[in-house]
């Protein structure tokens, strides 16, 4: 740091304008909505795991994202921490603005899947975003969903 | 000898021509000339007072006119009021695509607050189409780009998509139910209790009376208690909502945010608009379209009459 730099970031300081560290007051993850690492989700099917997960009040955190983003979109698998458990799901819907066409929820929703991606839930009690029926990879879990937007 | 003596009377004459000085030429413009007496200013104001002059006038305007409410009704037709992001060609060439979609697809007349459903091409999907019905929160975007939000709460959630009034996949735009709201944005619904925003798929449509003025919608909204999406006791200018009651803490900082003098805000005002002479100017293109669709969608409606 410069010499006038550190005189107006002593300034700064003194005006409570910043912190001595130069960290921000403000968080940007919560309005941007992002999945990460620790977002917390909801499990959207009927499987045992994920009943549990909305009566207990723990509600079910990403723990790491299979992207090379770090960042889980509609249509990507994550890992989640749940009672106690590693389990993978498929996010089937964000709170995050979205483009043109494809849907934005009022929560972020997920479906619980086992290692064969074959859905542990036997039923979707939400509607699902129509542009994830070209991932042959969900065929799975759009079989068992009830209703497209 | 002869020919350098000659070239030196040349220079001679030449220094006692007068000098060009643009300056002083251009002041004489400004100067009352010899024989060229003012116009008298009485007949000036004389001819533009007669009322020969003011109807040719008010007809010349009327005939060029768009009505008042085609700003409401087009408002995607409007350029952005930001003069740094315009493009008076682009957006020229814009408008001429615009009127030429419409002659293709019928995109009603909605605003915000109005129940729309609309009808999608999706390839993925059997029937090739997809159909969804919500209200209007939210309109936006200037020329191609201008887009609509529609929300609606399926299944216990709550569903919104943007959809561009432009995108040649768009088949049917459908108005349910024309009203206004109180409020140009009505993203407030997020916070509010479901059903201010649940609107069953197989709604019927409703229709005005012909000529009848778009009705109002002038109900309040209660607010679920906080968390919220923003801050909304921080709008002023919203009149649809019904707030609850607060914490003392909270409404105490409330003091230190609000703007209240943001409404008496002129230059404010003034920077979100386009002046009338220019919307007049660009609404004079979509008269004529109107027109002339109009016409050819009458006749069409009479051709299947018999």
Not at chain 1, 58 to 77: E, F
Not at chain 2, 12 to 20: D, E, G, I, M, Y
Not at chain 2, 118 to 147: E, M, W, Y
Request: with cysteine; glycine share 4%; charged share 30%.
């Amino acid at each position: 740091m410069s010499a006038v730099a550190r005189y107006f970031h002593s300034r700064a300081v003194t005006l409570g304008l910043c912190t001595r560290n130069n960290t921000r007051h403000f968080s940007t993850s919560l309005p941007l909505c992002e999945l990460r690492h620790m977002s917390r989700v909801n499990v959207v099917d009927n499987s045992d795991l994920g009943k549990n997960a909305k009566t207990s009040g723990k509600p079910a955190r990403i723990v790491h994202v299979y992207n090379k983003q770090g960042v889980a979109r509609i249509g990507d698998k994550v890992l989640l921490a749940l009672e106690k458990q590693k389990v993978k799901g498929i996010i089937v819907g964000c709170k995050q603005k979205q483009k043109h066409m494809i849907p934005k929820f009022d929560s972020n929703n997920v479906v619980l899947i086992d290692e064969e991606d074959t859905p542990m839930g036997s039923r979707i009690n939400v509607p699902i975003p129509s542009v994830l029926r070209k991932k042959e990879e969900l065929a799975k879990i759009l079989a068992i969903s009830s209703r497209f937007v | 000898m002869a020919s350098l003596k000659t070239s030196c009377r040349v220079l001679q004459t030449s220094r006692h021509l007068p000098v060009f000085n643009p300056r002083a030429f251009y002041r004489s413009y400004d100067r009352p000339q010899k024989g060229h007496e003012k116009v008298p200013s009485w007949t000036i104001e004389k001819h533009r007072d007669s009322p020969l002059n003011a109807t040719r006038v008010e007809s010349e305007r009327l005939r060029h006119a768009a009505p008042t409410e085609f700003r409401y009704i087009f408002p995607e037709f409007l350029p952005h009021p930001d003069w740094k992001k315009r493009d008076r060609v682009a957006e020229k060439l814009q408008r001429r695509d615009m009127l030429r979609r419409r002659l293709v697809l019928d995109i009603p007349e909605f605003y915000v607050g109005s129940i729309l459903g609309v009808t999608v091409a999706d390839q993925h999907v059997p029937s090739k189409q997809s159909r969804f019905v919500g209200i209007c929160i939210h309109r936006d975007g200037h020329g191609l780009r201008a887009n609509f939000t529609l929300r609606n709460h399926i299944d216990g959630q709550g569903v919104e998509i943007k959809y561009d009034l432009y995108n040649p996949t768009l088949q049917n735009i459908e108005v349910l139910k024309l009203e206004k709201r109180l409020d140009e944005e009505l993203f407030y619904l997020r916070d509010a209790p479901a059903t201010h925003s649940t609107i069953t798929f197989d709604r019927k449509p409703e229709t005005l009376p012909l000529g009848a003025t778009v009705p109002v919608n002038m109900k309040k909204i209660p607010l679920n208690p906080p968390p919220w999406t923003q801050r909304w006791e921080k709008r002023e200018d919203l009149k649809g909502i019904d707030l609850p009651e607060l914490p003392e803490k909270r409404m105490r900082k409330l003091s230190q945010i609000v703007k209240p003098w943001e409404k008496y805000d002129l230059m404010k005002e003034y920077r979100k608009n386009i002046s009338e002479e220019e919307q007049n100017e660009i609404f004079k293109e979509v008269v004529q379209h109107h027109t002339r669709v109009e016409k050819k969608r009458h006749q069409e409606r009479l051709k299947r009459m018999t």
